[in-house]
């Protein structure tokens, strides 16, 4: 059989292509240290390999969740501390000095006045914001959850007020011609409006809202009235209360608005009980209640039991002169200073926890690295002796060329 030049070259071509395919294959094996590139050269490893990629793209989302959840609660522990360490101290001293028996009206009033800035401060560290969330919102992400307003009027579905429970205090009801009802501060023998005490809301609700010690207060839609200091015109916003979990718990700082849990996957697996709620042991809650972490409602004496509403209510007592309600309060600021202490406690407990959860998710992701090696990487050793092997035959191939390709003309200019 006559072998033509025509045969001998496109096979000489042939193997050339095929050796440089497989060289160029071995050095991308040995570059990316993966066995494959496609899912289609080994199907069964390529398929085990899509699934540890996933779980480890899960474990950066947790390590993500994790970190940020970490950076949360350790700029609320630090903005807290500011308020339970520096502030407070401070106010603590203030108000015993002012106390004592010894000053008049005036200097009680400039007291006052500077203790209405104590709270003014204490409700700026409250609203600060980290990455663009209010800290201590809960899920309340839109507007500055604490507010101090001038007046507030709360009333319930039965149309009765709801707050302040001792609201006949300070205003009288007036029904006009057509029975709407609205309420007026009251007069002193002057003429002028009678000193009322400042009210702390969060989330537009007032903090000594109690429904826990007042069984009588109903779920249901609820009016909160605020005065606008510059136009002197009430503003009415509407609020959806549900008191179950707060009672069943008995924990107030529940029926506020941005109380519901903001739950994170931590790698454990989420789970859920019978009812379709998220087991909490399973889950980590970013939220940080602002009613719970500064108190809420009142104590068996009738005192507030959040610190910024004491502060402001001792600012109302020196006003009045009253110095004797206001030196009470001394005892009672400690007390609510005491409990953000412990939710500081708290804080820290989380941080921990997080820590062990960050460290148990790097082990993790370590196995599954070695995992991701054994279905998808290459034995470098056996690569790199195999690519010598087809390198040195590739180099081999050329120089058969001279002899196995017919000259041409070319060749010899």
């Not at 011609?177 to 002193?188: H, P, R």
């Amino acid at each position: 059989m006559r072998v033509t030049n025509n045969i001998r070259m496109r096979q000489y071509t042939r193997n050339y292509n095929r050796m440089e395919r497989a060289e160029l294959k071995s050095l991308t094996r040995i570059d990316t240290q993966r066995r494959y590139n496609r899912v289609s050269e080994e199907s069964i490893s390529g398929v085990k390999a899509m699934g540890v990629r996933m779980q480890l793209r899960n474990q950066q989302i947790y390590k993500d969740n994790l970190s940020s959840s970490k950076e949360l609660f350790a700029t609320a522990e630090s903005n807290l501390d500011t308020i339970a360490d520096k502030i407070y101290v401070q106010y603590e001293a203030d108000i015993v000095a002012a106390t004592n028996g010894t000053h008049d009206q005036m200097e009680l009033d400039i007291y006052a006045i500077n203790f209405e800035k104590v709270a003014d401060e204490m409700v700026h560290v409250l609203n600060a914001d980290f990455s663009e969330r209010k800290i201590f919102g809960g899920t309340n992400n839109s507007t500055p959850p604490f507010r101090i307003e001038d007046q507030v009027i709360m009333t319930g579905p039965d149309g009765n007020v709801a707050y302040p429970p001792n609201w006949e205090e300070y205003y009288d009801q007036v029904t006009d011609a057509e029975g709407n009802i609205s309420y007026q501060i009251k007069k002193d023998e002057n003429g002028e409006n009678i000193d009322i005490p400042k009210t702390i809301t969060y989330n537009g609700i007032p903090l000594n809202f109690d429904v826990i010690e007042n069984k009588d207060l109903q779920s249901g839609k609820y009016t909160v009235s605020v005065i606008d200091t510059v136009s002197g015109e009430w503003t009415d916003k509407t609020f959806s209360l549900d008191f179950t979990a707060a009672r069943a718990k008995n924990d107030n700082s529940l029926i506020y608005p941005g109380s519901k849990p903001i739950l994170v996957d931590i790698g454990i697996g989420i789970k859920y009980d019978s009812e379709g709620n998220v087991d909490p042991q399973t889950a980590l809650d970013t939220a940080i209640n602002g009613a719970k972490i500064t108190g809420s409602g009142f104590d068996s004496d009738g005192f507030s039991k959040n610190l910024v509403q004491l502060v402001l209510d001792s600012a109302y007592y020196l006003k009045l002169g009253d110095q004797g309600s206001a030196n009470a309060i001394i005892d009672k600021a400690s007390q609510a200073n005491s409990h953000i202490l412990n939710e500081i406690t708290t804080l820290g407990t989380k941080q921990n926890d997080i820590d062990f959860y960050l460290e148990r998710t790097e082990v993790y992701e370590i196995s599954l690295k070695e995992r991701q090696n054994m279905v998808e990487g290459t034995d470098m050793n056996t690569e790199i002796t195999h690519y010598e092997n087809l390198k040195a035959a590739f180099d081999a191939s050329l120089k058969l060329s001279s002899e196995t390709l017919p000259h041409s003309i070319f060749d010899f200019i």
